[in-house]
T-cell receptor, first 110, second 111 residues
Framework: GESVGLHLPTLSVQEGDNSIINCAYS??????FIWYKQESGKGPQFIID?????DKRQGQRVTVLLNKTVKHLSLQIAATQPGDSAVYFC?????????FGPGTRLSVLP | DAGVIQSPRHEVTEMGQEVTLRCKPI?????LFWYRQTMMRGLELLIY????????DSGMPEDRFSAKMPNASFSTLKIQPSEPRDSAVYFC?????????FGQGTRLTVV
């Protein structure tokens, strides 16, 4: 039969606008979450993390929001730049093991 | 620190051959992970070690795959015999506590 590749959701954003990337996680026992950025030909790169006792954490140009009630994470990137173009993964951790989401491709339009 | 170092960066091999992927974790990190990334399945955890001891190998696809960590600074992932469906990018990551840091990956092509 015909094989089907993993279809990555794609978010296209105008340069300078804000980006919001969403992620649903599955394990209600997960107590630690990370957002990773993966550029073409490279390994995932740590962006920001958040523990389950928080609902918001800010970094440089990035903010992560955690809603435990609906098991939802979001990554907000302010003033999106061409260098932000990449695939973004959320990862959940309930011990020592990380489980990754399927990823979202962010495309920054000039 | 140079980060997690993987070798080789690219490997092309014929079906049936043995393939060994290598990883040097970040010094001082006590956990090491092997992941496989494909278009079909995304990032999949194969196995992880804590203090050089395999903790969870439930993600290892089958007996053709094996991983070792003989000391805190080195790990290998071996595929014997390799098959075309093993073609993927294999990542090693290490962690000091919760966050994991990834290497650049090994792109494996089995023809």
């Amino acid at each position: 039969g015909e094989s089907v590749g993993l279809h990555l959701p794609t978010l296209s954003v105008q340069e300078g606008d804000n980006s919001i990337i969403n992620c649903a996680y599955s394990n209600s026992a997960s107590d630690y979450f990370i957002w990773y950025k993966q550029e073409s030909g490279k390994g995932p790169q740590f962006i920001i993390d958040i523990r389950s006792n928080m609902d918001k954490r800010q970094g440089q140009r990035v903010t992560v929001l955690l809603n435990k009630t609906v098991k939802h994470l979001s990554l907000q990137i302010a003033a999106t730049q061409p260098g932000d173009s990449a695939v973004y993964f959320c990862a959940e951790n309930s011990g020592q093991n990380f489980v990754f989401g399927p990823g979202t491709r962010l495309s920054v339009l000039p | 620190d140079a980060g997690v170092i993987q070798s080789p960066r690219h490997e092309v091999t014929e079906m049936g051959q043995e393939v060994t992927l290598r990883c040097k974790p970040i010094s001082g990190h006590n956990s090491l992970f092997w992941y496989r990334q494909t278009m079909m399945r995304g990032l999949e955890l194969l196995i992880y070690f804590n203090n050089n001891v395999p903790i969870d190998d439930s993600g290892m696809p089958e007996d053709r795959f094996s991983a070792k960590m003989p000391n805190a600074s080195f790990s290998t992932l071996k595929i014997q015999p390799s098959e075309p469906r093993d073609s993927a990018v294999y990542f090693c990551a290490s962690s000091p506590s919760r966050e994991a840091f990834f290497g650049q990956g090994t792109r494996l092509t089995v023809v």
